[in-house]
T-cell receptor, first 114, second 113 residues
């Protein structure tokens, strides 16, 4: 049981390049989330999904797109990377269990845009 | 406007003593609160949570207290151990909001041997 995995772990992009970050979970969770964490700050929600085929915007969605074609995968795309998108990206998943919404996080992807 | 605030960026305590981490929130719709622990180069891991219908929840050395009238919660770690040194994030969610959590900026706890 791997939990939540993220690919790649590190990436350096030039301004204007595109890339896709992959998140996979093997816990059969319905909900999945993408966050970014900047130095000295908490996690800010980019996009999230409440089920296969559905996505919604979070707090900071501009410059990112997502897709959830399969329940276990949640992809985050950067179409034209900007230096302001330099950050650590975390994927998480959860399932509603009574009143709990604890999230299970992946190890993160450190992205640098030059 | 930040809805979840952790006003202390850092806290240093001696091994064996109590660590108290604080968190304030502004949104009355929040009805579930969580604490996550994060080590460097790892993702956050869930630590403990509390529902708004309770004022205390205990799990081993970790206790979370909730004061709804003051919109304040705190995490107590007793006794503190060097392995507890990490960044602690407070998070709040509303049952009606797809399980989304709003996170504070975190408090870095250092436990000195």
């Amino acid at each position: 049981n791997a939990g939540v995995t993220q690919t790649p772990k590190f990436r350096v992009l030039k301004t204007g390049q595109s890339m896709t970050l992959l998140c996979a979970q093997d816990m059969n969770h319905e909900y999945m989330y993408w966050y970014r964490q900047d130095p000295g700050m908490g996690l800010r929600l980019i996009h999230y999904s409440v089920g296969e085929g559905t996505t919604a915007k979070g707090e900071v969605p501009d410059g990112y797109n997502v897709s959830r074609l399969k329940k276990q995968n949640f992809l985050l795309g950067l179409e034209s990377a900007a230096p302001s998108q330099t950050s650590v990206y975390f994927c998480a998943s959860s399932y509603p269990r009574g009143s709990t919404y604890e999230q299970y996080f992946g190890p993160g992807t450190r992205l640098t845009v030059t | 406007d930040q809805q979840v605030k952790q006003n202390s960026p850092s806290l240093s305590v001696q091994e064996g003593r109590i660590s108290i981490l604080n968190c304030d929130y502004t949104n009355s719709m929040f009805d579930y609160f969580l604490w996550y622990k994060k080590y460097p180069a790892e993702g956050p891991t869930f630590l403990i949570s509390i529902s708004s219908i309770k004022d205390k929840n205990e799990d081993g050395r970790f206790t979370v207290f909730l004061n709804k009238s003051a919109k304040h919660l705190s995490l107590h770690i007793v006794p503190s151990q060097p392995g507890d040194s990490a960044v602690y994030f407070c998070a709040a969610s509303a049952r009606t909001n797809a399980g989304k959590s709003t996170f504070g900026d975190g408090t870095t706890l250092t436990v000195k041997p």
